[in-house]
Each structure stands twice: as C-alpha cells, then as structure tokens.
C-alpha cells in the first residue's frame, strides 16, 4: 500500500512550507523510536505509541499500542474506525486524516499543535482550585457547617433524648438524634445490642456497670481471688478498665503490656509469697525461663505430668518411646519396604485444623509401612494388632491352631500331620489333633516371645517381663507424650508458618527421643547464628524490642480469665494454687 504523507512546517513570520513523503506498507507507524514512520520528538509519546491501518474506501483503523490510549477528535481512544477529516494527536503532533491524491491509497497531514491552543484547552479542561473559583466563599461555608454541626451534633440529639416522640422517630435514621453521639462501632460481639444503648449504660450518660457486664458474663472466670490477693487492681477494678468497646471490631481487649506488668513486675512482693508465679516486666528483657510440662507417672502407674523449668538440665523426656530422629531424618533417606524413603518433619508431624496443637501421632499412619507387625514369614500380609498386648497371645493362638488343624504348614520342626497337606473331607485323628495343637500353643508361644523380646515391640518400645501378668507375661511401658507443652501459655504453629521446622527443633541433631526438643527462650540476636532459635530470637518485649524484633505483649502469650471461680460470685477464701 502507497502513503502520501505531507509534513506541515511553520516558519517565522506566519510562513509555512509543506514537506511531502511517500510510506509503503498496509500500516503507518507512530511513535518516538526512529524507526517510526512517523517520528514525535515529545517525550510524552512512547517508543511505540500507535499505528493506523488502512481499510480502504477512506477508512482508517486507529490502535493505541499504550494504556493510556491517544486522543482521536478530542477523545481519548485505545481503538476506533476513522475516516478523512479526523485528527490524532500524539503528544504535541497533529496528524490529520486526508484523501488521498491520484496514485495514493492513503494519505495524513502532520503538524505541531500551536502552543497557544494547548495552552486554552488546559485552562478549559482545569478543575476549580479555590472556593472561590467554584462559587463558595470561605466565610459563607464555615458558617454554613458550623449551623450544621450544631443542628445535628447538639440540637436534635437533646431533641431526641428529651423528647421520647422524636427519639422514636429518628432511633432508625444513621448520623441523626442520638444516633449522632455514637462514639464508635461496637465490639463484633457486641453488634446486636447496637441499637439498645441502655443494656450496657443503664442509665443515659452512665458508665457501664460491672453488674451490666456480668449479666451476659456470669460464667467468665476471674483473674485471681480477691480474698487470697487483695490487690486494688484485682478487687476494686471494673470490667471496663480493661474492656473498652466503641473500638471497632476488635477493639473490645487492651492489650497493653502495662495491663500485666502493673502487677507482676514485683508480684513476689505484693503477694508475699502466695503465688508460685516468678516476677515478669518484659518478654524481651524481664521474663523468666520457660517451664515445660514434661511426662511422668505415679507410683500406682497414673499419669502425672509435672511443670519443670527448662534452666534445669539434663532436660530428659521420658515418654516411654524409643525413637531416635537423626536415624529417621537422614539426607539419603531410611530403607522401607518399597525402597528409599526421605521423610521429613511433616511427614508425622500435622497441625491440628485450629493449627495450635499437633496431631498425635498414629501407628497405623505413621510407622506401620515400615515398621510391619508381621510375625511369620510364610504368612507375610498377616500382621498382629498393635498396642494391644493382652490380644497378640490369643490372636496367635487362634491362627497357629487353625494352622496345625488345616495342615499344610512348611515348618520342619512341625510334627508330620502338621506339615501334610489334607485332602478335602479329610479330618485328623483325636492323636494328631492333640498333636498339632501342642504344637500350636508351643509355636504361639515361641513367636510372642519373639515379638516382644527383640525383634519387633523391643525396637520402639521398652519391654520387661512380670510372670505375674496375664499373656505370657510381657509388659510394654506405657508411651505417653505432652500433647501441650506449655500449659500456662498459648502457642499456635499456625503464626508461625514461615519458620522451618529446624528452626525451633533440633531433630536431625537428636540421637534419642529422651531428647527435649522444645525451644526455650533464648536470647536477642539468636538468628545471627546456628539453629535452632529460642523465642526471643525473633520476640521482643513492648518496651525492649531489638530491630528487627517482633513487639510481643503478655496477652500475646497468655490468658487473663484463668482463675478456677466464675467472676463476680462468691469466690473462696482458700489462698493455695496458682492464680
């Protein structure tokens, strides 16, 4: 296709000279690149602004090849039809649409917008930039909105509070009557009581009330007991000094670490020694060392975990189990029954749905691949039941008497009948009956020994023999591990999902499962280093948070309605326990 383009160019004086060029190709090209067929010295234009297709008949295609599209007639365009007499402007380019002469299928006109036209279209298109460019005086206006203010913030508020016909009336209507002293939205739990101002305040202009509170409140416990510690703060302080609502959403909790550390900054001398709770100010400078919940059992076997501060070391668990992680976690991987296997932390390890907790752990799902409870090798997809020890004896007996009396068995140590196959129809003489079931119980006997001695129950759990317990006399110790760690704080591994889990656990490094692979509070600065962090590698205290610490407050970690009452009832005088 043959373009006839003609460049317009003003010289001094009002003169103009007409250049002219001829473009082939079905489209012209316009932008700042050279390679342009059309070239716009204006940094306003891209490289490659926008191109126009020939359609013939007079008819042009006109495409934007930027976001911001290009002005076609005035409008700003990214893709239209035009025709002969339409202009595209492209920064400070005019590119009129022409007929084309003889021999020329196409044909524009290009020249410079004047200065002078640019100038009048900006002033037309600017938006008022005073008052006074739109019609509005300042002193007119501030009168104006004070008469409103007044009118809605005092006058139809006192309206409406003293006059119950127009309290009625307006209760409904946002922004008016007492409506217009809300001063805020209520607490999320709070939201269906927003339009009755009176089940929290009682009376107009009254602070809310503890016995307002409690009415809804009655079975949310207290902090401590006041006869025990009768501190002013805990005895004399309303529910609103830590519970504040017209906050927003969440905003009903303080959460400030001044709430606690008022108290519990010297708490061994304000309580003289009732509390076995140590002195804290601040996580990150004033806290002590953790105390973790560690498995342990009575004299009579019941289960009685005790609270043991992690300064304490040997920290040993003691849960029953042997199970050595560094042998689970190598790099290259631990042979199971399909082959190699690599397993990693979460391979066992599964956070609960809340993501606090972590799911206990489950032979069946866990360990049973390859830690196979098979117990012959003739009958390899037969397995017994796990952790059931008073059931593998009669299990065995079960199947090596259906064994001897079925026959068939290869076992050269089995008396003949045993290891011949019958014929069908084929029953056994009273002799070779007794015969295959004396062997029966001897084998039952012989394979539960095995299991439980060495090679099967011996390699996880520890197993001792009392001739005075039923089944063969075989005891396995019971497993038990803390499902909760830390019982007076809370912990969710659901915040904390950017860590590795080698961050905090030490479990590739862990050659016994005696080992606590619990983090404990460790120091600022930790991350400078090896793995795995304590807590304060990454959580700081409110006031003493290093750069590039979290900000983490008492209320972070713990509860504050944690006494063994309900709040505001008779509480006991009994003083023992932790509050």
Known sequence: MKWFIRRVVRKGKGAVQYEEEIHFGETLTIGRAANQAIFVNDIRAALEHARVVALGNGRYRVEALVAAGLRVDGRFEQSTTAKAGQTIEVGNTRITLVDPPKDFEAAVEVALVDKAEVAAREQSEALPQTLAEAGLGKRRASWTLLLLALAFGLALPLAAHYVPTFRALVKDVPAVGLNAWDTGPLAAAHHTMARDCQSCHGEPFEVVQDDKCVACHQNTLAHADPVAFPLPEIAEARCAHCHRDHNGDDGLIKDDQILCSDCHSDLSQRVAGKTQLLDVGDFGKAHPQFKVLLPAWKEDGSYAPQRVSMDQQPLVERSGLKFPHDKHLVAKGVQAPDGMRVLDCADCHVAEAGGALMKPIDFEAHCQDCHRLDFDLRMPDRQVPHAKVAEIQYMLDEFY????????????????????????????????????????????????????????????????????????????????????????????????????????????????????????????????????????????????????????????????????FPLHTTMGTKAGGEP
């Open 401 to 564: 008497a259906k064994v001897a009396l079925e026959g068939g068995y290869d076992d050269v140590a089995a008396p003949l009948n045993v290891r011949q196959r019958r014929r069908p129809g084929q029953q056994p003489t009273p002799q070779e009956q007794r015969e295959a079931l004396d062997w029966a119980r001897t084998k039952a006997r012989e394979t539960t020994d095995a299991l439980f001695s060495s090679r099967t129950c011996g390699v996880c759990h520890t197993v001792s023999r009392d001739p005075s317990a039923v089944q063969g006399g075989w005891v396995v110790a019971p497993v038990r591990v803390s499902g909760q760690w830390f019982e007076k704080s809370d912990f969710t591994h659901a915040k904390h999902v950017t860590m590795a889990c080698e961050d905090c656990h030490a479990a590739r490094e862990s050659t016994d499962s005696s080992n606590l692979l619990i983090p404990d509070i460790g120091h600022a600065g930790a991350l400078a280093g090896d793995p795995p962090y304590g807590c304060r590698a990454c959580h700081g205290g409110e006031d003493h948070a290093e750069p590039g610490q979290l900000e983490s407050t008492c209320i972070d970690c713990h509860g504050f309605h944690q006494a063994p």
